[in-house]
């Protein structure tokens, strides 16, 4: 497993967790009210969706690396 994969696999994980956090945080406010859960719902899914981008741009930017390292 290279870096670069082991790398793009985090961020999806890690994108992942976030989104499920934020989808919990959610479920929370709507529950019990309140903005702090809301707030922390609009931070953990904008997370998300950065680590998303991020991912992509960084794909995008070392797809390269995957064929030379093969040869």
């Known amino acids: 497993m290279s870096l670069r ?4 696999l985090f961020i999806a994980v890690s994108a992942l967790f976030a ?3 934020g989808a ?4 929370k406010y709507l529950r ?3 903005y702090l859960w809301l707030l922390a719902a609009a931070l953990s899914l904008c997370s998300a969706a950065a680590m998303v981008v991020y991912g992509v741009r960084f794909y995008r ?5 995957g064929q030379a390292g093969a040869r």
């Open 5 to 8: 994969f082991f790398h793009i």
């Open 19 to 21: 989104a499920g956090f």
């Open 24 to 27: 919990w945080l959610v479920e």
């Open 32 to 34: 019990e009210g309140g």
């Open 61 to 65: 930017k070392t797809r390269h690396l």
